[in-house]
C-alpha cells in the first residue's frame, strides 16, 4: 500500500500563490507517476499535472499551463504543486494521487492511490 499526505491549502487572493505538498510513504518504489487532480463543488474530478518519478516527466492540462509547475524530490518521496496566478476558478479540493502503470493516462481511474485532500480557494 501507499500512503500519500497532502499540505499546503489555504485561501488566497486572484493573483496569489499557494504551494502543495504531496508526502508519500509505502510501497512508493511500486510507483511510477504522481499526479495532481482537482474537483470543484457540483464537477467531477478533473486532471492537473503529473510527473515520474524516474526521469520527471511533466504534463498539464491546459487551464493550468504556464501557471502551475509541478517537481519531485525522489529522495524524499514528496510532490509538490506551485500556483502562482492564481484564478477564482481554481478553487477546488486539490488532491495528490499515485499510480503503477508508466502510461500518459489522466482519468483518475488511472491511479491507484490517493490522498485525502486539500481545499484551495481563491477569492475575486
Known amino acids: 500500500q501507499v500512503q500519500l499526505v497532502e499540505s499546503g491549502g489555504g485561501l488566497v487572493q486572484a493573483g496569489g500563490s499557494l504551494r502543495l505538498a504531496c508526502a508519500a510513504s509505502g510501497r512508493t518504489f511500486s510507483t511510477s507517476t504522481m499526479g495532481w487532480f482537482r474537483q470543484a463543488p457540483g464537477k467531477e474530478r478533473e486532471f492537473v499535472a503529473r510527473?515520474?518519478?524516474?526521469?520527471?516527466?511533466?504534463d498539464y492540462a491546459d487551464s493550468v499551463k504556464g501557471r502551475f509547475t509541478i517537481s519531485r524530490d525522489n529522495s524524499k518521496r514528496t510532490v509538490s504543486l506551485q500556483m502562482n496566478s492564481l484564478k477564482p476558478d481554481d478553487t477546488a479540493v486539490y488532491y495528490c494521487?499515485?499510480?503503477?502503470?508508466?502510461?500518459?493516462?489522466?482519468?483518475?481511474?488511472?491511479?491507484?492511490?490517493w490522498g485525502q485532500g486539500t481545499q484551495v480557494t481563491v477569492s475575486a
Open positions: 494521487a499515485a499510480k503503477d502503470a508508466y502510461d500518459s493516462k489522466r482519468d483518475p481511474a488511472a491511479y491507484d492511490y
Open positions: 510527473i515520474t518519478w524516474s526521469l520527471g516527466i511533466t
